[in-house]
């Protein structure tokens, strides 16, 4: 969950109907709101795979300068077939993708794909299992040692029209919001963006969260709708999408579109270091029982988040940012600088619901550097359960196409240069 660590990005998350907050600030309590517990996932314990012995390099810019070794074989990792039948349908999915993308890790080219994405769709029931095993090895970047957060689709109270009770703007993309590609000025900055807006003759920076919040994008952004309570409307944008539930009954799903380029302040962490946070509080369903509690509090809290997503209406389910639907219980988001997306990922780890074969399909603002795993529940209470008190620990290996590591190794011991991100 990036609640507590940070993060917006391409993403679903978290909040279901606790006690609503009318507009006004999101300082006054809705009038007749009725408050239900938020559901709480009880995890079962497991013991994670231990790491192979490895020295991660401190800072490296990517999972090929960060070090990797291979880890054990396949058919050691307990790979059970349900799990990997899943992840087999979502790596088909991954396939045009993967094989086509710059891979910023620096592990992967996207041929090496293609004897895997080539097989995959003639894989018969019951051989998933023995298809990973076949045309994959793990590999275990860095140290090894992986912790996964949870998220999921949430579901939250809205009108298309403003009317009492429904007083939150729910922006999509600004008119004049500009995104600025450094790398086409500069082949030091590829990969890095800005976001900004034009005033006179020059860049400056995006209306911050609460500029927008007071009205700064009045005419200037199309609103979808108006939500029922901001604390809902402020999770439902720290994953990016999610559905709202309008007063006849519809369902209006919705889906990051973009951001306005302010840096994400995770509110978890900043409660918690505050002291705001009793132990045993710092899941979702504790912070967000906090901030419904604190209205006035809440909002100077999350307007410290600077960031605004901005989204779109969308007729179908949640993509990430591979370009493919998402999957609960399979799909993962992670740092593309140190998975490629697409890839497989198998967690082992110190609670059995995250101890599977993930695929990254999503990224995140907070999901960063190696072995950080944000695994995707899809919606209704059971996800919201897990997801929102997710915080395991463990052992991370990811799973290349076979010969990869050979390839990898041979190419620095003849001194080739790191590809960087």
């Known amino acids: 969950m990036r609640i507590l660590s940070g993060g917006s990005g391409s993403r679903a998350l978290v909040i279901g109907a606790a006690v609503l907050v009318s507009a006004c600030g999101g300082q006054v309590a809705h009038p007749g709101a009725v408050s239900r517990p938020a559901p709480v996932a009880t995890p079962v314990a497991a013991t994670p795979i231990p790491a192979v012995p490895n020295v991660a390099l401190a800072g490296a810019a990517n999972a090929a300068s960060t070090g990797f070794v291979a880890g054990p074989p396949i058919d050691q990792l307990g790979l059970a077939e349900d799990d990997a039948g899943r992840a087999l349908a979502a790596f088909r999915l991954s396939c045009a993708s993967v094989q086509r993308r710059t891979d910023t890790s620096g592990l992967t080219r996207g041929t090496d794909w293609q004897p895997a994405c080539a097989a995959a769709p003639t894989v018969a029931a019951g051989g998933a299992v023995a298809f990973f095993t076949h045309f994959f090895e793990a590999v275990q970047i860095g140290d090894g040692k992986a912790f996964a957060t949870g998220y999921y689709e949430p579901e939250i109270a809205a009108s298309r029209d403003r009317r ?99 840096d994400y302040t995770g509110i978890g962490a900043l409660m918690k270091r505050r002291g705001l946070l009793a132990p045993g509080q710092t899941s979702m369903q504790g912070i967000v029982a906090w901030l419904h509690a604190h209205p006035e509090e809440a909002t100077a809290i999350m ?101 990869t590591l050979a390839r990898l190794t041979g190419e620095r011991a003849n001194g080739a240069p790191i590809p960087q991100p």
């Open 164 to 262: 009492p009770g429904y007083d939150v703007p729910i922006y999509g993309r600004p008119s004049d919001l500009i995104d600025v590609d450094l790398g086409q000025f500069s082949d030091t900055l590829k990969g890095r963006k800005v976001r900004g807006r034009v005033s006179g003759s020059g860049l400056v920076p995006y209306d911050d969260r609460t500029a927008i919040e007071q009205g700064a994008l009045d005419g200037r952004a199309p609103i979808l709708g108006y939500a029922a309570d901001p604390v809902a409307l402020f999770f439902l944008q720290v994953q990016g999408s999610g559905r709202l539930r309008l007063p006849d009954g519809s369902i209006l799903r919705i889906g990051y579109t973009s951001q306005n380029g302010r």
């Open 303 to 403: 307007r410290e988040n600077k960031s605004y997503v901005f989204f779109r209406e969308q007729a179908s389910a949640p993509q990430g940012a591979l370009g493919v639907a998402v999957t609960g219980g399979v799909s993962a988001a992670a740092d593309p600088k140190f998975v490629p997306l697409g890839a497989p990922v198998l967690l082992s780890m110190d609670r059995t619901d995250a101890s599977r074969l993930w695929v990254a399909q999503d990224t995140g603002g907070a999901i960063k550097g190696p072995n950080r795993i944000d695994t995707f529940w899809g919606a209704g209470p059971n996800a919201e359960a897990t997801a929102g008190g997710m915080a395991a620990r463990g052992t991370a290996f990811l799973l290349l196409p076979s010969g």
